[in-house]
């Protein structure tokens, strides 16, 4: 870290008496552990405080926004309660529901949200959203009959705003329109993370561009998601507090798929919210199309075994390969034939091992994985505790135990420690 000083300072030290030149050097170093702290509170700040915006509903909840009200009674409170009142029958009538009196509307109601009111000491203006218990008004209201369901999807939705692109990293208007958006009415599954804790840090906009198979399983393992679907949204303003053009793009799955786009503008930022609530809606609608087309499938290299992975990558591999080229043999089937003698069986015993490895970034997760499921007799290897730019750790099951995977891996060219039970493995 460079400081400096200004000239007045360095005069005050060089000619003035002792006890200037005291002072000149009392400041400096308030100003040196000022900046110390600053510093130290960066540092903190990157995982620390208000980040993404909690769902207002989950699924099983049934909710309408947009209800606006103004309703005069004789004083301030009567006229909030006649105004809640008022909402609910008309959300009501939106979802389509009977004719039915509002005590037993106001008995179906979960809660209500408010998204802005003015109370004055006769009148309510507002504008609010109501949200309804799907046990209870699902029997009047909603869509009948058996409906496909898409599988758990990761919401990942990406702002691209003033040249930088965010998810979490702050309290961004993509993310919040995300998390007010009503998800009961539509049949894909979607999982909205809140971006708290270490969410940030894992789901951000790079995510987005990685094609490590391993890194999207260990993420989505997390959320208990089977893939991912990634809206993007970028904003460009005219002028400071003047129109704003939008572009939003559908895409999804760890090779970023493209689903649709579409454009839309908003005359003002007071207008903004407005806009990306439809937006989410217009969204909700390409995934909803590529789900009833049969694209909306999860992934299989996300959840299936290795051996269908290695098939997959064959059959990629034979499409790139040029002509002319060698022919790739496929995966051998494997054969049973009935024989009277029994085949051998293996006695040596299995055990579980931890294996701890350096873990600068996903491409490291891959190396280390791949190296301990390649040693012969390794049953299973999954990570335990993943650290990015740390030290992460991995189960493994090893037939022979530790001592046969150690000499394994020293053949690969690993360097291999052992202590405390656990193995250390480094390049």
């Known amino acids: 870290m460079a400081l400096t000083f200004s000239p007045k300072i360095r005069r005050v030290a060089g000619s003035a008496p002792a006890s200037a030149r005291r002072m000149a050097l009392v400041a400096g170093g308030a100003a040196i552990l000022a900046l110390g702290a600053a510093g130290g509170y960066r540092l903190v700040a990157q995982v620390e405080g208000d980040r993404g915006i909690a769902p207002l509903a989950n699924s099983e909840d049934i909710q309408v926004n947009g209800i606006k009200v103004d309703v005069t009674a004789k004083t301030g409170a009567d006229a909030r309660l006649e105004g809640w009142k008022q909402a609910e029958k008309e959300a009501w009538k939106k979802l389509g529901g009977p004719d039915m009196p509002v005590e037993a509307i106001d008995a179906m109601v979960s809660s209500v949200v408010i998204g802005q009111e003015q109370v004055g000491p ?122 704003i053009h939008a572009t939003f793009t559908a895409r999804y799955g760890p090779d970023n798929t493209f689903l649709g786009t579409f454009e839309m503008d908003a005359g003002s930022e007071q207008e903004l919210p407005g806009m990306l609530e439809k937006a989410v809606q217009r969204m909700d609608g390409l995934y909803r199309d590529a789900l009833s087309g049969g694209q909306l499938r999860p992934d299989p290299t996300l959840t299936t075994s290795g051996q269908v992975l290695d098939r997959a990558f064959a059959e990629l591999r034979t499409k790139l390969m040029p002509k002319g080229g060698a022919p790739i043999e496929a995966l051998p089937q494997q054969v049973i034939v009935p024989s009277s003698t029994p085949s051998p069986t293996s006695t040596a015993p299995v055990e579980t091992v931890s294996v701890q490895f350096a873990s600068p970034d996903a491409a490291a997760v891959d190396a280390a994985l791949a190296a301990v499921r390649g040693v012969p007799g390794v049953r299973g290897a999954a990570t335990m505790s993943l650290a990015v730019g740390g030290t992460s750790v991995m189960r493994v099951t090893v037939e022979g135990g530790s001592e046969r995977l150690a000499s394994a891996l020293r053949g690969q060219g690993w360097k291999v420690t052992s202590g405390g039970g656990a193995l250390r493995i480094t390049r």
């Open 122 to 243: 006769r009148r309510y203006i507002a504008t609010l959203g109501v949200i309804f218990n799907k046990a209870r008004a699902g029997q009047y209201v909603g869509a009948g009959g058996a409906t496909i369901r898409s599988a758990p999807m990761l919401v990942l939705p990406v702002l691209y705003s003033g040249g930088v692109q965010q998810v979490f990293e702050v309290r961004g208007p993509w993310q919040r329109a995300w998390a007010e958006f009503q998800a009961s009415q539509s049949p894909i599954d979607y999982v909205r993370p809140v971006g708290a804790g270490g969410e940030s840090l894992i789901l951000t906009a790079g995510q987005a561009s990685r094609r490590s198979r391993l890194w999207w399983r260990n993420v989505l393992n997390q959320f208990d998601a089977a893939d991912v679907l990634i809206p993007y949204a970028r904003l460009e303003r005219q002028w400071p507090g003047g129109p």
